[in-house]
């Protein structure tokens, strides 16, 4: 059973980076799409982007385009979220899970074996 954590989150000011890792144990990451999504305290959980199986394939919530890289490494069993030009609103916990369906999904009810979450926290 794929279990999954993500190392990486913390204090940054706006305007910084963060680099967020998505890493998978007892099974390999490649058999899935990963996606990343975050909540915000008495926010919903919110999709932020997803990685097909082989990296060729990604999607970003509007907000992210052009600020977040998503992708993968999965000789390392890894995914990766590069965040730039965080916003304070970009605040919350972060959590990366895979897709049930194979393919990405806005849809995080469509998705399982999530992390623990990183908090990120965007303030000066």
């Known amino acids: 059973q794929l279990q999954l954590v993500e190392p990486g989150g913390g204090l940054v000011q706006p305007g910084g980076s963060l680099r967020l890792s998505c890493v998978a144990s007892r099974s390999r990451l490649d058999y899935y799409s990963i996606g990343w999504f975050r909540q915000a305290p008495g926010k919903e959980r919110e999709g932020v982007s997803c990685i097909g199986v082989s990296g060729d394939t990604t999607y970003y919530a509007d907000s992210m385009k052009g600020r977040f890289t998503i992708s993968r490494d999965n000789a390392k069993n890894t995914v990766y979220l590069q965040m730039n030009s965080l916003k304070p609103e970009d605040a919350g916990i972060y959590y990366c899970?895979?897709?049930?369906?194979?393919?990405?999904?806005?849809?995080?009810?469509?998705?399982?074996?999530w992390g623990q979450g990183t908090q990120v926290t965007v303030s000066s």
């Open positions: 899970a895979r897709s049930r369906i194979g393919a990405c999904s806005k849809s995080w009810s469509l998705y399982a074996s």
